[in-house]
């Protein structure tokens, strides 16, 4: 088996502790599918921490910034980035380089499918996370993700209905 992992494209958001960024960056992304893919519905979009306590619902400030903008999180549960999961996905996007860089070295198999949010649209920018900052730094990180989600989105969707092939994957 070479290139996507399913029929349907995957894509999963990491960032620490799956509590406000990556919740973020899945629901963003999910509110724009209908308008990039007729076939959205096919989609699997999902996210994960790599350092988390699973069964966390979304941050409370999370959900106060995403309700703004008409998105609700308020059903997301935290859980933990496993090789079974990664696996399942055919491109893994962090907020930081840290954590994408720590991923492709245990996971070095998957390396190929995990990048930068930001790399997406042509940058490499960390997506700082506002756990414990004051009200403002969720609005912040809330915007920084949605500019993200908004100028890679067309790649993403391209990238992955395109039936992408990973050059670590055997053939």
Same mark, same amino acid.
């Given at each position: ?98 954590? /994408?860089? %720590?991923? !492709?070295? #245990?996971?070095?198999?998957?390396? &190929?499918?995990? $990048? ?23 609005? /912040?990180? %809330?915007? !920084?993700? #949605?500019?993200?989600?908004?100028? &890679?989105?067309? $790649? ?16």
């Amino acid at each position: 088996q070479h290139g996507a992992v399913n029929a349907m494209p995957s894509v999963l958001f990491i960032c620490t502790g799956n509590i406000c960024r990556s919740p973020m960056a899945a629901a963003f992304f999910t509110a724009r599918l209908p308008e990039l893919d007729p076939n959205w519905l096919d989609w699997r979009v999902e996210s994960a921490g790599t350092w988390t306590t699973p069964g966390r619902p979304a941050a409370l400030l999370a959900r106060q910034v995403m309700a703004e903008r008409g998105i609700d999180i308020s059903r997301h549960r935290s859980r933990e980035v496993s090789q079974e999961l990664l696996e399942q996905f055919d491109l893994i996007l962090t907020m930081e380089t840290g954590q /994408k860089e %720590a991923l !492709q070295v #245990e996971f070095s198999h998957l390396a &190929g499918r995990i $990048y930068l949010l930001s790399e997406m649209s042509g940058t490499q920018v960390t997506i700082d996370d506002p756990m414990g900052g004051p009200p403002d730094a969720f609005h /912040k990180t %809330a915007a !920084q993700i #949605e500019r993200y989600i908004r100028r &890679g989105q067309e $790649y993403i969707v391209r990238r992955l209905r395109s039936g992408p092939s990973y050059p670590s994957d055997p053939a």
